[in-house]
Antibody, heavy 112, light 108 residues
């Protein structure tokens, strides 16, 4: 059974940085494309980033270089580094693969 | 970037009735469309991919149709557990994935 478990969310002050992680079981992250999608409270879904099995990475244009996706094949995890956070980054962040498998999400709240 | 537009924003339907949800793409995406269902506090669940193929375990009352720029998700007879928000998503020209803004199916 495939499971994706996100961690690293919480309350963070504007301007700070955070690192979200997604631990996978039942699949090998290095053999799949892994994405991050977020959902602001009461809002729709926003795709953020993807890392392919060959290591290529892509980001939504709106992220303006503040986000970095990476992968640790030994730990079978995918991470999303978010810098200079803003109030509008407040959202549930989901790890997704193959469109089919979604984690339960981790909530990030940006507030002073 | 391909823009996905869903209609209506809210659909009020009685249990047992048919629900028809629409999704329009700003350009031709062929059949590269997925539908998701999301309930409060849960992640989205994949219902349909390839515009019309049901994902594993999805009941036959869910059906998808369309190609090009116009797509439809039909729920033939609404069950109580079907009241949720539904999103369409294109994966023809990605990255990025782009999602519609969602249609909330509520109890009439």
């Amino acid at each position: 059974e495939v499971q994706l478990v996100e961690s690293g969310g919480g309350l963070i002050q504007p301007g700070g940085s955070l690192r979200l992680s997604c631990a996978a079981s039942g699949l090998t992250v290095g053999s799949n494309y892994m994405s991050w999608v977020r959902q602001a409270p009461g809002k729709g879904l926003q795709w953020l980033s993807v890392i392919y099995s060959d290591g290529r990475t892509y980001y939504a244009d709106s992220l303006r270089g503040r986000f970095t996706i990476s992968r640790d094949d030994l730990k079978n995890t995918v991470s999303l580094q978010v810098n200079t956070v803003r109030a509008e980054d407040t959202a549930v962040y989901y790890c997704v693969t193959q469109s089919l498998y979604w984690g339960q999400g981790t909530l990030v709240t940006v507030s002073s | 970037e391909i823009v996905m537009t869903q209609s209506p924003a809210i659909l009020s339907v009685s249990p047992g009735e048919r629900a028809t949800l629409s999704c329009r793409a700003s350009q031709n995406i062929h059949s590269n469309l997925a539908w998701y269902q999301q309930k409060p506090g849960q992640p989205p669940r994949l219902l349909i991919f390839g515009a019309s193929t049901r994902a594993t375990g999805i009941p036959a009352r869910f059906s998808g149709s369309g190609s090009g720029t116009e797509f439809t998700l039909t729920i033939s007879r609404l069950e109580p557990e079907d009241f949720a928000v539904y999103y369409c998503q294109q994966y023809y020209n990605w990255p990025p994935w782009t999602f519609g803004q969602g249609t909330k199916v509520e109890i009439k």
